[in-house]
C-alpha cells in the first residue's frame, strides 16, 4: 500500500486517519489519487484539498460522519451519500446489537484495502458491458433456527454477492476457526482477497481467452464442485499437496486453487508495494548469499515480469518472519512457494497485467 504524508506537516499518516496527530488537519483517503490526503473546512460545508485540485470540494462518507466507520471522501456533487467501497456494501450488522458496531468498523477498514488493491489494478468494481453481476457484500449475524439453534452464516461468494460472517472480526472466534481448520493464516482481509478471487475469476476467465491456460494449470473447474468439497473436507488434502498448491485447501477444486492463489498474489503485491513506500533494504550481514539480499525499489502494480517480483519477494519475507520470531510471534508468512505456485502466481499476474493496459486504453480512448 502507497504512504501518505499530511499535506499540511508531512507527518506520515496511516490509510486509516481521519485528522494528522501532529497538526489536526482533516485527512481523507481520495480515490483519484489513491492517497489519504489533508483538507480543510470549506464555508459551503464541504472539504477542499489542501493540495493539489482545489476546484472540487468534497464531503466525508455518509459511514464516516455517521459511524465514524470510514475516512474515504466522495465529491459533493457526487449523489451517493457513500464512497465507492461503502456502496458496495448489501447488508451490513444490527449496529443496535452490542459489539456490532466495533466488529463492523474493522470488517469496513479490512474491506477498503481490498477495494484499493482492486483499484489500483485497474479492476471493475461493477462491470455493465456483458451484463457480468456487481461487486457486493452482506455482513451478517449467526442468526436461530427453528429448533433454537444457531444458524452460522457461511463466509462466501455467489454470483458477485461476497458473504462474511461478522463473527470473522472477533480475533478469538477468528482465532479458533483457524486452528479448528488447520489454517496458518486466517485474516480478514484474507477471507476479502480469497473470495474476491472467486468473483474476478467469472470477470476475467470465465468467458476470456484465459481459461484454457487457466485450467492448464489450475485444473478443470467443471469438475463438481461440491463432491470436490465433500472428499476433502471428508478425507483432509493429500500428503504433499505442498508440492503444487499454496494452501492445503487450494487442493480441494481448481477454483479454490484459483481463489487461494489470487488471494496470495494480493498479498504479495501490496506488502511489496509497502515495503518499497518505506524504501526497506535486505542484507543480511552475515552471508553475501544473492538470494537473500534486495532493495525493494519495483513497483509490484505496475512491473511486468513477476519474477522480478518473487525475486523481490522472498528476501522480504525472511526478514519479516525473522522479525516476528524476535518478537515471540508465529512467521508473518507461513508459506513456501513451489514453482508450480509460482507459475499460478505468474499467469494471474499476465492476466491483470493485460487488463491494465486495456483499461489504460479504453480511457485513452474517451
Known amino acids: 500500500m502507497r504512504l501518505s504524508t499530511c499535506g499540511s506537516c508531512g507527518q506520515l499518516v496511516y490509510f486509516e486517519n481521519t485528522s494528522c496527530t501532529a497538526c489536526g488537519a482533516l485527512l481523507g483517503f481520495s480515490v483519484e489519487t489513491l492517497k489519504v490526503e489533508a ?49 458496495l456494501n448489501r447488508t451490513i450488522p444490527d449496529l443496535a446489537v452490542a ?9 469496513e477498514t479490512e474491506k477498503r484495502r481490498l477495494i484499493y488493491s482492486l483499484l489500483a489494478l485497474s479492476l471493475p468494481l461493477a462491470p455493465s458491458a456483458d451484463n457480468s453481476p456487481q461487486l457486493a457484500f452482506d455482513f451478517l449475524m449467526d442468526s436461530p433456527c427453528v429448533s433454537g439453534e444457531s444458524g452460522p452464516v457461511l463466509t462466501g461468494h455467489a454470483n458477485g454477492l461476497i458473504t462474511l460472517n461478522v463473527k ?38 470465465r468467458n476470456s481467452k484465459w481459461l ?27 500428503n504433499d499437496w505442498q508440492l503444487n ?27 511489496l508495494e509497502t515495503a518499497r513506500e518505506f524504501g526497506l533494504q535486505v542484507h543480511p550481514q552475515p552471508t553475501a548469499n544473492q538470494q537473500l539480499q ?10 511486468k515480469s513477476f519474477r522480478s517480483i518473487i525475486e523481490h519477494w522472498f528476501p522480504l519475507t525472511y526478514a519479516l518472519n525473522s522479525l516476528n520470531r524476535s518478537m515471540g510471534h508465529e512467521h508473518a508468512y507461513p ?25 489504460n486504453k479504453v480511457a485513452l480512448q474517451k
Open 168 to 205: 470473522e472480526a472477533d480475533a478469538s472466534y477468528r482465532e479458533k476457526m483457524r486452528e479448528q481448520m488447520a489454517e496458518p493464516y486466517r485474516t480478514l482481509l484474507g477471507h476479502f482477497r480469497h473470495e474476491s478471487g472467486h468473483y474476478y475469476w467469472d470477470i476475467l476467465v
Open 99 to 107: 459489539n456490532n458496531l466495533f466488529l463492523w468498523s474493522k470488517i
Open 294 to 303: 534486495v532493495d525493494v525499489e519495483i513497483n509490484p502494480y505496475r512491473t
Open 212 to 238: 484454457e491456460p487457466v485450467r492448464e494449470l489450475f485444473g478443470d473447474d467443471s469438475l463438481d464442485y461440491g463432491s470436490a468439497l465433500k472428499a476433502y473436507y471428508e478425507n483432509g488434502p493429500t
Open 39 to 87: 483538507f480543510k473546512q470549506h464555508k459551503n460545508g464541504g472539504l477542499k484539498l489542501l493540495n493539489g485540485n482545489k476546484s472540487k470540494t468534497y464531503r466525508y462518507c455518509a459511514n464516516g460522519l455517521i459511524y465514524n466507520a470510514c475516512n474515504w471522501v466522495v465529491e459533493l456533487a457526487d449523489d451517493h451519500e457513500l464512497c465507492v467501497a461503502c456502496r
Open 335 to 359: 508459506f513456501v512457494l513451489g514453482e508450480p505456485v509460482i507459475k499460478k502466481l505468474d499467469l494471474i499476474h499476465q492476466i491483470l497485467q493485460e487488463n491494465i493496459q486495456l483499461t
Open 245 to 271: 498448491y499454496v494452501s492445503a485447501y487450494a487442493s480441494s477444486h481448481p477454483w479454490e486453487d484459483w481463489a487461494e492463489t489470487w488471494a496470495h498474489y494480493l498479498h504479495i503485491i501490496d506488502t
